[in-house]
């Protein structure tokens, strides 16, 4: 595989953020069903 490691650092930081920010919508979603 000659993809560049850089690449790969920014697809793994791209997925890790999306996986955070997926988190975070769905404890506001929550907070939003009791209040």
């Known amino acids: ?3 560049s ?3 790969q650092r920014r697809m793994r930081m791209q ?3 999306q ?3 997926r988190k975070k919508r769905q404890k506001a979603q ?3 069903a009791q209040a």
Do not use: G, W
């Open 1 to 3: 595989m000659a993809r």
């Open 19 to 21: 996986r955070r920010a």
């Open 15 to 17: 997925r890790k953020q």
């Open 30 to 32: 929550r907070a939003a």
């Open 5 to 7: 490691k850089s690449k």
